[in-house]
């Protein structure tokens, strides 16, 4: 607390619900201001006359950006590779926020993020794409290198529309994704809806293919060194419900959790029910556009629920997080269909 000439008459450190008081005051006009490390310092003129107890003062402290430092290197002999180029991708939906690309040292920066975590997604003409995920604090820089291996192969294919034929236009989206469930390119096919993802390093991935309005279609591959996978994509009008359930306690996939997946505001209600495989991973397919309520829980671990609402053909991924809770009673099995779930 200070006056016009920079004088300081009071200082005060917040309580745990941010609350602060400063007292004898003489009377007068001050300049109130409050910092901390990880915000913007924020400022606030006030003036106080004898006697005056001045309630509800507010000052709104934004936090500071953090930034990612890193470096892309040969795994192998461990040397920096110039002109790689990296993606930074918000982890907790994938959206792609930041792209740059390394300089004569391999090394590069990304300024101006918002704390949390994010994949940092680096992929070189002859070597495989590889990520790490990171945490970026308010007001620090986090530091990261990511490795990558100079064996590759291609991930080639063709889409086919719902009925069969071969599709073709210039909106033919496609996404790769890796065993993670990691979003590591976006991609458009060629007009007559053939498409390739090079640069893919060995291992097993999921394409998903989708033009708007039409529908959306998705198959595996496995990659391996030098070699070309090909594969068929064939749309489909109904959609796709997937995810991973995990335990908030450990963090770790949940194996053999029942998952509940049910059209909400319907007179006859239908639920599909299926279970995780060993990776904790579910799927419920042919689903017509519209909400979903989805309930996972497991004996012993806990329940979580979330709402989908799935347009024609979308294919959306929703992770749930068991914590430990009774079911409500506000979910009713009504129909239970006889439903066969192959693992991924």
Known sequence: MKDSHGTLFGSAI????????VGNLPPGTYVISASEDSYAAATSNITVTAGQTLNGVILTMSPLPGNIFGQVTNQ?????ITGAAVAIQLFANGLFVANTVTNQSGQFQVNSLTAGEYNVIASAEGFGTHYITVSVASGQTTVTTVELLPFVGTISGIVLLPNGIQASGNNIQLSLFNSDQIRLQNILAEPDGTFHFVNVAPGTYTVIGTIPGIGTG??????????TTFIIIRLSQTGTIQG????????????GATVYVQKVNQPNIITVIVQTDSFGRYKVTDLAPGTYLVVANAMGVGEARGTVTLGTGEIVTLDLVLLPAAMSGSFRVAICPTILFTPF
């Open 14 to 21: 917040t309580d745990d619900l941010g609350n602060f008081s």
């Open 76 to 80: 192998l002999t461990g040397l920096p």
């Open 218 to 227: 998705q198959a595996e591959a496995v990659v391996l060194p030098n070699q």
């Open 244 to 255: 991973t359930v995990r335990s908030g306690l450990t963090g770790l996939p949940v194996a």
